[in-house]
């Protein structure tokens, strides 16, 4: 088969064709990712603006919503753009930007997922403790760890995956630049790479989600010795919408990057990657906003608050 190199633009396929019903989806795809992008930065603003969510906990909430808002500017403006246009070339920069952004970002997500559970086990099991074991430059450290190990899974794979020679055609069955993708138009072995890879998937998975199912356990056995009913109340309301976050975000990412090859296609790949990408980045700040009682308190004296509520303006 001919070969080429990266120098030549590569075509992605995109998501939607021109019908009335991909038109009508692709209507409800961009306003899912600017309700996305609106609801983390209220998120992030929200946190900013009262004291009272300077707390651990909100600020990893708030690096999750920076996080978001990043993997949503990655992937929709190109695919906007190219539906739009009918324009579906990107350049070997612009693809390995964003197989360097997608890990980057998604697994920079699961550190701080698991940093948060940690949160709320110091504080059901050890509340006392709390100011001492949960302190301002641990949580930077977190931080700082959590950018820095997805920085590095995404550098690995931008810079081997554009080191194969490519076949002609150079088309990418996805609406954004993928490592995956892009090794099925490799004229070479990519097998040891694609082991690779799937093994670092893992870990970057499965090790947070070792941390936080650990963390849980130790909260419920705290839970369930807690004679006061109230103070039951209390813990599950301060876990369920980490909870819920939490089961969604792994969920949709151990279905994506841990099934067997056998059970992928093209398209089912394409429609996990919308929901994984543009439609939970939009319900983190919904189920905090609905399910979180401080953060439901915090709109309400924003909305009263003349300050916050010129904040909210100005954004």
């Known amino acids: 088969m001919e070969k080429k190199n990266t120098t030549s633009n590569f075509i992605l396929l995109g998501l939607f064709e021109h019908t009335r019903l991909h038109i009508f989806l692709f209507t409800v795809v961009m306003a899912i990712a600017i309700t996305s992008l609106v609801g983390n930065a209220l998120m992030i603003l929200l946190i900013q603006q009262d004291l009272r969510l300077h707390t651990p906990m909100y600020f990893f909430l708030s690096q999750l919503s920076l996080m978001d808002i990043m993997m949503v500017s990655t992937t929709v403006p190109k695919m906007a753009a190219d539906y739009l246009t009918g324009s579906k070339s990107i350049s070997p920069a612009g693809c ?18 698991a940093a948060m559970s940690y949160d709320r086990y110091v504080a059901v099991c050890h509340p006392l403790h709390y100011p001492m074991l949960m302190n301002w430059p641990l949580c930077l450290r977190m931080t700082m760890g959590s950018w820095f190990l997805g920085a590095a899974d995404g550098l690995m794979q931008v810079i081997v995956a554009l080191s194969f020679p490519f076949c002609s055609g150079l088309e990418i069955d ?20 694609e082991d690779v890879m799937y093994i670092c998937c893992v870990l970057m998975l499965l090790v947070p989600i070792c941390l936080i199912l650990t963390s849980y356990s130790l909260i419920l056995a705290a839970v369930l010795h807690m004679h006061s009913t109230e103070a039951r109340k209390k813990a599950f309301a301060t876990c369920s919408s980490h909870l ?16 067997p090859k056998s059970y992928r296609s093209a398209n089912h790949d394409k429609v996990l990657s919308a929901f994984y990408t543009i439609f939970t980045p939009m319900l983190n700040p919904v189920i905090y906003s ?10 309400k004296m924003c909305h009263r608050s003349p300050d916050c509520a010129s904040g909210f303006d100005m954004a």
């Open 174 to 193: 996805h609406f954004f630049c993928e490592a995956p993708m892009l090794l099925r138009l490799a004229c070479a072995d990519t097998s040891v790479f």
């Open 244 to 259: 819920a976050v939490v089961g969604l975000f792994y969920g949709a990412a151990i279905f994506i990057y841990m099934r």
């Open 96 to 113: 390995g930007l964003q197989i360097f952004f997608i890990p980057t970002l998604g697994g920079g997500e699961c550190f701080p997922l």
């Open 290 to 299: 609905l399910r979180n009682s401080e953060v439901k308190g915090s709109l």
